[in-house]
């Protein structure tokens, strides 16, 4: 009997968060409202470079990825004046938690868990986000970063970035595109060769010549051009979101 009724109400639990999870989802890809992002900065490595970047940054320093999915949402014909907002909150001093070095189901299902658990117990914001975005900045002096990561389920956003200012432009880039898993929107290049995937990955997959594409894809991540691996675009000027990813993220209905 117990067992029974523990079990009921265990099932019930699930379903809630499955459909919240959906409802959520849902309203953050209609395009109805604008788009809530509550943006926390992580200084990444403990590098004074990181936290002078961090201290430097003011309410407008995400506007440009602002302003590019409003162009492209309005290239897509989808009335909604300001479709996003990225709205800046207090530095952070923790770092989420880690994802699994070697990603296999589980694994990535516990970190998923985890992560959800960790932003769950932050400070909720005045203005109840419909994403949350992780901006950790790292001195990366050797060139690297970690990788980042863009959750769909829980819309959650990790991206690492540089902290040298000479990089904002491109870091935009990165957000932007991690902000975008959150909504849906997939991988459109070969992990193994960092390739866009043709015609998914290009931006004018009907251009001729096919070669150099002008734009890069979104979720591409990079030019299609005759190097290898190809060229990342400098700032988001040179990006455009394609069809599909414009399916994914609701702008476009088959
Ligand atoms: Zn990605």
Not at 177 to 188: N, S
């Amino acid at each position: 009997m117990w067992k029974r009724i523990r079990i009921t109400v265990l099932l019930l639990i699930l379903a809630t968060v499955a459909l919240e999870t959906w409802r959520a989802q849902r309203a953050a890809t209609s395009w109805r409202d604008t788009l809530q992002v509550a943006v926390y900065p992580i200084n990444g490595d403990g590098s004074s470079a990181a936290a002078q970047r961090i201290q430097a940054l003011e309410a407008d320093s995400f506007v440009d990825i602002e302003q590019f999915i409003a162009e492209e949402v309005k290239r897509y014909e989808v009335p909604t004046l300001q479709p996003v907002r990225l709205n800046l909150q207090q530095a952070l001093n923790t770092l989420p938690p880690s994802p699994p070095e070697r990603p296999g189901v589980l694994d990535s299902v516990f970190w998923s868990l985890k992560l959800r658990w960790w932003v769950w117990r932050l400070p909720t914001p005045t203005l109840r986000p419909n994403v949350r975005l992780f901006v950790v900045y790292h001195e990366g002096s050797a060139g690297r970063v970690p990788t980042s990561h863009g959750l769909q389920r829980g819309q959650i956003a990790i991206a690492h970035v540089f902290a040298d200012k000479a990089m904002q432009r491109s870091n935009a880039v990165v957000i932007a595109h991690e902000l975008l898993h959150t909504l849906g929107a997939t991988d459109k290049y070969d992990p193994a060769t960092l390739e866009p995937i043709y015609p998914s990955g290009y931006a004018e997959p009907l251009a001729t010549p096919r070669l150099p594409q002008r734009f890069c894809e979104l979720m591409a991540g990079r030019l299609p051009g005759f190097s290898a691996p190809p060229e990342q675009p400098r700032s988001l000027a040179q990006c455009l979101i394609g069809e599909q990813t414009a399916r994914e993220i609701g702008l476009l209905h088959p």
